[in-house]
């Protein structure tokens, strides 16, 4: 009688059974951490509206921004406008300076003369014309010394005026419209002149 081999039948493995339980085990808990990041996560509409009010917030504060410069731009051409004249007026009073000096020595020569009279209305016409354009002059002497108005060139001792005042203007100062165009040079008193006593 013939043996019949037996074939060995292959067993498929058991996919019920895992091979290795504490691999099986990570890659679960691996495979549940991003869903569980995942349920944490907001929802993405509530990151849109972040981003909306942030925009909105941007483009708020921009405009605010804009307003502002059309504002100071619009400040700042009325200024432009306003003392636009200002350098070339400043030229012209130190040309009426000079011309006060010419003034004062035609009068020297004679009050009668035609030429002092012709120069007092032709200095008459200057000064109403720089009146006209906002140009004031500034009034020094006996006054109370001011650093905003005044630039002192000396002090000088005065029986007359008291410590701190303005003996005399050395060149007349003015003011155009509300800012000051060229300060007065004065000479400011320092007071009485002190005694020297001499013991003997």
Not at 7 to 25: G, H, L, M, Y
Not at 79 to 93: C, F, H, P
Not at 111 to 138: C, H, R, W
Request: glycine fraction near 4%.
């Amino acid at each position: 009688m013939k043996k019949i081999p037996m074939i060995e039948q292959r067993r498929e493995p058991d996919r019920s059974i895992p091979a290795n339980p504490t691999k099986v085990a990570s890659q679960a808990s691996t495979s549940a951490a991003p869903e569980a990041e995942r349920s944490e996560t907001e929802d993405p509409m509530a990151g849109l509206q972040a981003d909306l009010d942030r925009f909105r917030d941007l483009a708020l504060r921009s405009q605010a921004d804009f307003e502002n410069y059309k504002k100071r731009c619009a400040r700042e051409k009325e200024d432009a406008i306003k003392y636009a004249n200002a350098s070339l007026l400043e030229r012209l009073v130190a040309i009426v300076d000079n011309f006060k000096l010419g003034l004062e020595a035609a009068r020297g020569e004679s009050e009668q003369s035609p030429i002092y009279s012709g120069m007092t209305l032709v200095l008459k016409q200057l000064n109403d014309f720089l009146a006209e354009n906002g140009l004031q002059a500034i009034e020094a002497e006996g006054k109370k010394f001011d650093p905003n108005l005044h630039e002192a060139i000396a002090h000088e001792p005065s029986e007359q005026f008291s410590e701190g005042t303005v003996i005399r203007q050395t060149r007349r100062g003015y003011r155009f419209k509300d800012r000051l165009l060229r300060p007065s040079s004065v000479v400011v008193s320092s007071g009485p002149a002190k005694k020297v006593t001499s013991d003997r």
